[in-house]
Structures are given as structure tokens and as C-alpha cells.
């Protein structure tokens, strides 16, 4: 046998090895425990559920906790979490619905069809008598692949239907089988079947013979393939949620302590006060530091149904406890009502756990500050619940449409209650206006360009006692990863106990894990879910202290705030500068340089010498790329070339920790593929692109290095362009200056730009050497590869240095950066400076 055909025979069995396996009735034995509406939906999810999500929910004891599992299997896979509708589990639940009726069983072939790709376009019943009972399936665009795809299904045995995978006509017939030939299987078509389902096999016949029998198959597959399942991560997180306890533990005692000292908004808040005597619990010593370490995990049960869960982890010193009770508070906002409250505690210290229990009745609040009745309490937490609001008073600032923000801008808020009296606004902690009647709405002038700003709003009582504030931040990225503190403020003092509320904004498509507290330096609670709020208490006798909160993603990407309490009027807040730069080195041949160390580099900004506080080599931390594509009129000889080598260059930059972009433009930008690293969403975004209109550079620009904003480590945007710009609103010092403070590397390409376009020529190059870029400028779109090849090179090739400036003044002006080499032939390419 000639070797391709091996080759072609090899690949097809790897491939169809690789199909869906071909399901049969769920396993009974596992499931025999569940209810009977729990059996029904594990059945019906078979398709999409995970190994490891299965296991789970079968591991599940209380059948409340089964439910709330099945309401976070299908949060897991809502497309849009942010709206109230959820379209995946509504479509699911509609399909498998009418398939259990048309096919008697979710796990067949086409029930797994239907389930993936929902009704055919059009149905055709086939009823020959040389072939199976068939039926002909075509998908004018199939879900899973976006694209035109017809199917054929057999009845091999009464009920059971066979998807054809292309690879075997002799399957279709009665009589035959396995060694019938192609020509007896058309044969037969021609005989017994009408002339339109004789036309719907052979369409499906024609496609499978255009497509190749491999690819065919691989067509086959590609329409089965399960939606992507999410992560492992939401099961364990909901596995330690859970307040099960296993026999035999030893227990410590404790107390439970319910209060409702105020209202967030609708809800009123409940504080529960678990108090845990000192000498039942262990303790850690570790150099010198000793603390109590105590895991707090909690259900609330509104009838029989899972209200809310929720997880704390408490460190506590000797200094901070008065008395011998170790006191862990929990707070939690919940409409008026009946409900159960359910607490395990778990020493972390030592073996010992605690499980507690009690029905609480919440009442409204509204207007009342209760008294906490236990006088130790009281004298720990009265200060710090001054800062719950007891009333309906609301402020919220109304997000502006649209996403970069410049020239004149006006902001609205809405409120709610009877005590505001007036408004003050103040933008970057300066006050800037302030309302003394409603609407309470600020006019702005944000400048030329849409750069980070916030914006505060603080409602007071005609008394000026402080109400309630809002705050924004103004052309913030969907990256941005942001967390501060609402209380304490800035200049309070304290003397007991303070409330510590934090607001986080997560990236798109993002979650928090924990949210970690900290008074001076010491972690006092950690918390998994929101609200992110905690009471602290506080050093006697007013020291002062500070309190730091710590946002934390799962992959450990943090964020933090800071606020000094109990400040003498005479302390200065500095603003120290923490800089990144990441620095290409070039020879003579104009080729990366590779083995330097960091005693090779000086930085100086302003003239002024720096200290180096980390150095690294770029190969070993992740990269985020883009492309900014011009798809306008004037590219319409070169964008498949384009297309082609923007492809080949995402292939060779995106690895399983970096993150790639693609933004097409005309006259106005598009996110054709935002950032990914899956080379199939930027095949979607490079596909059916359409050379037209004209060109916006500088919008676009501005446009694409937003998006890029809130995200850290290592940027680069590669800017392909054959023209002027044309049409945009940004001017080109204003895109230049608004691209060195986006700290962006900008690597220019010109594609066969005439002669007489000399300005723009220039502009391309100042945008890359101001950002620590390269310009490059070719004729042919088929040298685009190279230039690609060279730009991933450097990108791989760099050097991260980290300073800490040794300005501190509070100045807005530009600071200029050189990096020199100790080696005077070599060259050191990053970026010129920055605004603070």
C-alpha cells in the first residue's frame, strides 16, 4: 500500500477513536439514593456534565444542598451573568424537554444533535425499502459550527438511530452490511427511494465526497462536541461550603450571638456574634507571633430551600482579645423574614470543629438602631456599627453611556430618602461642585483625551453630617482589577472597633476567591464572598494603625487598598511610584540579545539614578499581544496576506499563560476577538473581514490601548496600517501623548505606504520609539511574516527591571527614563518615560 493512503488510514482511526463515545443508559447503580426530580436532571445534563461534577452532586447528603449544587451547575455556564436570564439553561432545559418526547432517550445520537445544535432547517423522513429507516438532517448553520451541514441518521434496530459518520455506505442497507460496495448503496437510492429523498441522500452523499471521508467525520465531530465545561474550580469551592460534619470529630464549645444593628438599602443587616473561650481552641506560635485560626462556614435556609452560604477565616492575637472569648463576627444582609442559620466552625489549630444552629426571625429596621444586650459585645462593637445606616438614604452615580470619555461630560445620580440636603462632588479627592438641591447632577470637563478619573459624591443632612457616597471611575477598562475601601475614612479616629467595607470591580469574566483584611500589617479575616465587610477591632487608646484590604483571584492576581485611622492632623500620605519597564536589548544587526544580567543595566529617571528592586528575563512571565488591523478600502490587495500572517503570528505568541487580541478598524475600531488563548476565537474574528470604508488611525489607536488598560505585566499592540488617517476625532499629539501614558509597546507596521505619505510615515515611527517599540515598513504584504517573526522574537527576548522612584513629589509632569548597558555596542529599547 502506497504510503499516504496509510497515513490518511492512521489518521482516520486516531480520529474517529477521538469521536464522542456513543452513550447508553446512565449508570443506576450510583444514583440509586437520588429523588426521583434529581435522577431526571442528572439524566438530562449527562452531555454536559463533568467527571468531576457528577461525582460530586451524587456526594451531596441534604437535598437542599443538592439544589442550590444544580442552581451553581448552570451560573457556571451562563453566557451573560450579569442579566437575570439565564439563555444557556433555558435553551437546555426547552431542548431536552422535546427531545425526551421525540426520542424517547437524551443519550442518543440524535438527541445529542439536537441537544448541541437545536432544529434542523430542514427534516427529511426517508422510507426506501433496500435502506434503514433513515432520516436526513440539514443545518442551513450549525451552532458548533457555524456553517451549513447535513446529517443522516439510521434505524439499525427498532428505536435505535445511528448517526452516519461518513465512513462506512454499507451501513445503510438491510441486506449487505459492511461489504456492500458505494455503487450498490447509490444503486439502491436510485431503486426504492423517491425523488426528493433520493435528493436529500445524495446531498448529504455530496458533501461527505466534497469533504473527504476524514473530513467528513471530522465535520461529524465537531457537531458533537460538548460546550466547554467550566472548570473544576466552582466544585471544590462548593464542596467546602458545605456544613457536614463527620462522626466522631471532637468538639469545642461556643456561642451564638444574633443581632440587627442597621439596613444596607432593602435588607437588613444581621451580625452573628460566634464567641469561642480561648482555652478550648488551639493556638499557633510561629516566630514569636502567636494566633487563634478559626474557619467559619455558615448556610442560611429559607424554608427548606439554600438561601446563601458563605466562608470567613479568622486570625486573632492575644492583644487584640479582651477577656477570654474569642469573638468572630459575621455579617450578613437579608430581607425581613424567617429563616435558619447554620455555622461550623473548624480550628484550624487542632482537630476540634463546632456546629451551631438557630432559627432567626429578621426584622425592618428601618429608622431604629437596636442595642446590642450583651454588654461585652456592645463595648466591642458599638463604634464600629455608628457606621450602619439605619435609613433608606441611597446615592448612586449614574454610569455614563459609552466607552472613552472625553470633552464635556454630565453625570446624574439617583437617591432615595428624605434627610439629603446637599451633594458634593470632588474628582480626584478635590472638591469640584456642590448641589444644594436636586437633581444632583455635575457638569465636566474631562479634558481632550478619555483618561482614568474619579469621581465622588457625598450626600450630607443639613447638619453636614456625611450620608452616604458613592464613587466612579471614569474610562475604566473591562480589565480593571480595583478594590478600596469604603469605611473606614480617611481622618477618623478610633478607639474600640471599626467597620471595614470594601467595593471591589472584577475583570469581565473574572470571580474574586477571597477578599483578606489586615490591621497594620496583620491578617485579621479573610472572606470568600461578598459583602466585603468586616469588623475590626482596633489597638486602645487610639494608636495609630492602618487598614489594608487584599483582593485575590485564583490564579493569585491581587489587588489592595489602604487607610490610615487614628492619624495625627500633620501626617502626609506619599504617592510612591512603583515602575515597570520591559526592556529589549539590540546588537549592531539590530537582533535580541539574550544572557544579560541585571548588574549590565542602570536606570535613571529624570537624570537621577535608580535602584533595581526585581529583575527578570520576559521568557519566564506572560505576555499579552495585539493586533490593531486596518481593514479599510486601501487594504483591499493585501488583507487575505494580512489575515494569513496575523494567524501565524497569534500561532507562535499565544502559550497556555498568555492572552492575545485582535481590533480591526475602518473608519471606527472593532474588537473583532477579545483577549484569549484560544487561536479558534481569533480564527472567528480574522474570518469574512472585508476591506471597506476609510481609516480612523488615531481613534482606533486610542480605542485599542483602552482596552489594553487594567491589564499588568508585559503589553504589546502591533499597529498594521498602508494609509493616512482620515477620519478621526483624536489629533496625533494627543494619541501620542495618550499612548505613553498606556505604557504600551506600539510596533508599527507600514504596508506599502507611498512616498508622499512622509507625515505618516514619521507618525508610525514616534508612536513606536516613544513606547519602547519598533517601526517597520515593507511593500509586499508577503514579507509580513517576517516582520512578525521578528517582533514575537523580541518579545520573547526581553528584560523586566522594577524601580521604585525616588520622586515623590505630587506632580502630573512626564518623567523621562534612560536605560543605559554597561556594553557600549549594544542597545536598550523600552519605553521613554511616563506620567504618574
Known amino acids: 500500500m502506497p504510503r499516504i493512503p496509510r497515513l490518511l488510514l492512521l489518521a482516520s482511526l486516531i480520529f474517529l477513536l477521538a469521536l464522542p463515545p456513543r452513550l447508553g443508559a446512565a449508570k443506576k447503580g450510583d444514583t440509586d439514593h437520588l429523588c426521583a426530580e434529581h435522577q431526571r436532571w442528572l439524566d438530562s445534563v449527562e452531555l454536559i456534565i463533568s467527571k468531576e461534577e457528577r461525582t460530586a452532586f451524587l456526594d451531596i447528603e441534604k437535598k437542599y444542598q443538592r439544589d442550590a449544587f444544580i442552581e451553581r451547575f448552570w451560573r457556571t455556564r451562563d453566557p451573560y451573568p450579569d442579566t437575570a436570564r439565564n439563555e444557556f439553561r433555558e435553551r437546555w432545559e426547552r431542548r431536552a424537554e422535546e427531545a425526551a418526547l421525540r426520542f424517547r432517550s437524551l443519550l442518543s445520537d440524535r438527541s445529542r444533535i439536537f441537544l448541541l445544535n437545536g432544529e434542523p432547517s430542514v427534516l427529511i423522513p426517508i422510507r426506501c425499502g433496500d435502506l434503514y429507516p433513515a432520516e436526513v438532517w440539514y443545518y442551513e448553520r450549525a451552532e458548533t459550527l457555524g456553517s451549513k451541514m447535513a446529517l443522516l441518521f439510521y434505524e439499525r434496530a427498532p428505536g435505535i438511530w445511528r448517526l452516519w459518520l461518513g465512513d462506512r455506505l454499507g451501513d445503510l442497507l438491510r441486506f449487505g452490511g459492511f461489504g456492500s460496495s458505494g455503487a450498490q448503496v447509490v444503486e439502491a437510492i436510485r431503486n426504492s427511494c423517491r425523488f426528493d429523498q433520493e435528493e436529500a441522500l445524495f446531498a448529504v452523499l455530496k458533501m461527505a465526497q466534497r469533504s473527504g471521508g476524514l473530513g467528513y467525520t471530522m465535520l461529524v465531530a465537531e457537531m458533537q462536541e460538548y460546550p466547554e465545561k467550566p472548570s473544576g474550580e466552582w466544585v471544590a469551592t462548593f464542596h467546602a461550603y458545605s456544613t457536614q460534619l463527620e462522626e466522631g470529630i471532637e468538639r469545642f464549645p461556643a456561642t451564638l450571638t444574633i ?35 478559626l474557619l467559619a462556614t455558615g448556610e442560611i435556609l429559607l424554608g427548606d430551600r439554600l438561601f446563601e452560604n458563605f466562608r470567613y477565616r479568622f486570625n486573632m492575637s492575644d492583644e487584640e482579645i479582651l477577656g477570654e472569648q474569642l469573638p468572630l463576627m459575621i455579617e450578613r444582609t437579608l430581607r425581613p423574614g424567617k429563616y435558619r442559620l447554620i455555622v461550623k466552625l473548624e480550628d484550624l489549630n487542632s482537630d476540634k470543629v463546632q456546629r451551631l444552629t438557630q432559627d432567626i426571625e429578621v426584622p425592618d429596621v428601618s429608622g431604629i438602631r437596636p442595642r446590642i444586650e450583651d454588654a461585652a459585645t456592645r463595648l466591642l462593637f458599638e463604634e464600629a456599627n455608628r ?67 474619579t469621581l465622588t459624591a457625598i450626600a450630607y443632612d443639613a447638619e453636614d453630617n456625611e450620608l452616604v457616597r458613592d464613587q466612579m471611575v471614569l474610562n475604566a477598562s473591562s480589565h480593571r482589577f480595583d478594590i478600596r475601601l469604603v469605611e473606614p475614612r480617611r481622618g477618623q479616629k478610633y478607639e474600640r472597633s471599626l467597620r471595614a467595607e470594601a467595593r471591589v470591580q472584577v475583570p469581565d469574566g473574572k ?62 500620605e506619599v504617592d510612591i511610584q512603583f515602575v515597570e519597564l520591559y526592556v529589549a536589548v539590540l546588537d549592531r544587526n539590530r537582533r535580541p540579545v539574550d544572557g544579560l544580567t541585571e548588574t549590565d543595566f542602570t536606570v535613571r529617571e529624570d537624570g537621577i539614578a535608580q535602584e533595581t ?35 501565524s503570528f497569534f500561532e507562535q505568541i499565544i502559550t497556555p499563560k498568555d492572552r492575545a487580541t485582535l481590533i480591526t478598524f475602518s473608519d471606527s475600531p472593532y474588537l473583532a476577538a477579545k483577549f484569549t488563548n484560544q487561536l479558534r476565537d481569533i480564527g472567528r474574528g480574522l474570518a469574512g473581514l472585508k476591506a471597506e470604508r476609510g481609516t480612523a488611525l488615531y481613534d482606533s489607536l486610542v480605542f485599542a490601548l483602552q482596552y489594553f488598560n487594567g491589564i499588568k505585566g508585559q503589553r504589546a499592540l502591533i499597529l498594521l496600517s498602508d494609509g493616512q488617517d482620515e477620519h478621526s476625532r483624536f489629533p496625533f499629539d494627543d494619541t501620542l501623548e495618550f499612548a505613553q501614558r498606556a505604557g504600551v509597546a506600539i510596533y508599527s507596521i507600514g504596508l506599502n505606504l507611498p512616498s508622499k505619505l512622509r507625515a505618516s510615515r514619521k507618525e508610525l515611527i514616534k508612536f513606536a520609539e516613544k513606547t519602547g517599540g519598533r517601526a517597520f515598513f515593507v511593500d509586499d504584504s508577503a514579507e509580513l511574516p517576517a516582520i512578525y517573526d521578528i517582533i514575537q522574537n523580541e518579545l520573547r527576548s526581553r528584560y523586566y527591571i522594577a524601580y521604585q522612584s525616588t520622586n515623590t513629589a505630587p506632580s502630573e509632569e512626564f518623567r523621562s527614563i534612560e536605560v543605559k548597558l554597561s556594553q557600549r555596542d549594544l542597545e536598550a529599547k523600552t519605553l521613554l518615560g511616563y506620567y504618574p
Open 511 to 572: 470571580v474574586v476567591e477571597r477578599v483578606e483584611f489586615y490591621l497594620n500589617e496583620t491578617e485579621i479575616a479573610t472572606l470568600y464572598q461578598p459583602p466585603w465587610v468586616q469588623t475590626v477591632l482596633v489597638p486602645p487608646g487610639g494608636e495609630l494603625a492602618y487598614v489594608r484590604v487584599v483582593a485575590v483571584q485564583p490564579d493569585g492576581n491581587s489587588t489592595e487598598d489602604l487607610v490610615f485611622v487614628n492619624a495625627p492632623d500633620y501626617l502626609e
Open 259 to 293: 443581632d440587627f444593628p442597621g439596613r444596607r438599602q432593602s435588607r437588613t443587616i444581621m451580625q452573628a456574634l460566634v464567641s469561642v473561650p480561648k482555652a478550648e481552641v488551639g493556638r499557633a506560635e510561629l516566630a514569636g507571633h502567636t494566633s487563634y485560626n
Open 387 to 453: 457606621a450602619i445606616s439605619i435609613t433608606d438614604t441611597t446615592l448612586a452615580l449614574v454610569e455614563p453611556y459609552g466607552d472613552l470619555q472625553a470633552g464635556l461630560l454630565r453625570i446624574d445620580t439617583l437617591t432615595t430618602g428624605d434627610e439629603i440636603d446637599h451633594v458634593t462632588f470632588l474628582m480626584e479627592g478635590q472638591p469640584i461642585l456642590t448641589k444644594r438641591r436636586p437633581p444632583f447632577t455635575v457638569e465636566l470637563d474631562l479634558g481632550n483625551m478619555p483618561r482614568l478619573r
Open 613 to 647: 528592586t526585581r529583575f527578570d528575563k520576559v521568557s519566564n512571565l506572560p505576555i499579552h499581544a495585539g493586533i490593531l488591523l486596518d481593514t479599510s478600502a486601501s487594504m483591499e490587495g493585501s488583507i487575505e496576506d494580512a489575515k494569513l500572517a496575523a494567524l
